[in-house]
């Protein structure tokens, strides 16, 4: 098991869009929102932030955040398509890293559960995936977002 720890996640100025489906459907919003024509006008200045929430056990709701530089002009919102979110923050959440070469996040997901149940620590059932391409393959840093803190 990866090593696990308490971590806040905290990013400003954010452009935003959803999209439903199976758990390994989530790059197929990563590369919209990372190709939207009107995504060029708005310099991304942090990795792709991925919100993700089960809905069934085949499927998820997925929330995909790309920190911009400044919050965008209402004409090039509108043009865009998608949506602004002042910020993203997320004070007390257990974060976990997956650098393994596999674009399957859902056993880090499940190692945050058990760790989080084992040490009394209540999630809230949003997960939030920071994540890094390399060399054509993704890091992710996965938040757990917790009820407010561990519990006793």
Do not use: C
Request: avoid cysteine; proline fraction near 6%.
């Amino acid at each position: 098991m990866s090593i696990i720890q308490e971590h806040p996640l905290y990013m400003p100025y954010l452009m935003s869009t959803e999209k439903d489906g199976s758990p390994n459907q989530w790059i197929d919003g990563l590369n919209e929102i990372g190709s939207n024509p009107m995504a060029e006008g708005f310099y991304q200045v942090a990795p792709i932030i991925v919100k993700v929430r089960e809905v069934t056990s085949s499927q998820f709701h997925f929330t995909y955040y790309m920190p911009v530089i400044a919050e965008p002009s209402d004409l090039s919102l509108s043009q865009s398509g998608l949506q602004y979110v002042d910020k993203i923050a997320v004070p007390h959440a257990l974060m976990i890293r997956q650098a393994n070469h596999t674009d399957d996040y859902t056993a880090a997901i499940r190692d945050l559960e058990l760790y989080a149940n084992e040490n009394n620590y209540p999630l809230t059932g949003d997960f939030y995936m920071v994540v890094t391409e390399v060399y054509d393959t993704h890091i992710f840093d996965i938040f757990g977002e917790l009820e407010a803190g561990r519990s006793e």
